[in-house]
Nanobody, 115 residues
Framework: QVQLVESGGGLVQGGGSLRLSCVAT????????MAWYRQAPGKERELVAA???????YYEDSVKGRFTISGDNAKNMLYLQMNSLKPEDTAAYYC?????????WGQGTQVTVSS
């Protein structure tokens, strides 16, 4: 069973940057369309960004121009570079496949942006 472990979150002031990382216990990134999601308190989990197996990115409008998704298939790693952070980016961030069936969700990494 694949396990996903997210890291890199923290508390940052508005306008700041963070880089999130996701590692899989075995290789899935090379064969699957992967994505970052986030879930704010009281809200449903939502897609943030995705990347195809060939490296083509997709971004939700709310993060376009500020976030960059990338991956390293050899290391089973997925990254999310987040710049110009806003308070509305505050959420727990998760990585997983872009489409179901999903692998078991990791614990996520909390991002808190202060105004």
């Amino acid at each position: 069973q694949v396990q996903l472990v997210e890291s890199g979150g923290g508390l940052v002031q508005g306008g700041g940057s963070l880089r999130l990382s996701c590692v899989a216990t075995r290789g899935i990134f090379a064969s699957d369309y992967m994505a970052w999601y986030r879930q704010a308190p009281g809200k449903e989990r939502e897609l943030v960004a995705a990347i195809t197996t060939s490296g083509s990115p997709y971004y939700e409008d709310s993060v376009k121009g500020r976030f960059t998704i990338s991956g390293d298939n050899a290391k089973n790693m997925l990254y999310l570079q987040m710049n110009s952070l806003k308070p509305e980016d505050t959420a727990a961030y998760y990585c997983n496949k872009r489409f179901s069936p999903y692998v078991p969700w990791g614990q996520g990494t909390q991002v808190t942006v202060s105004s």
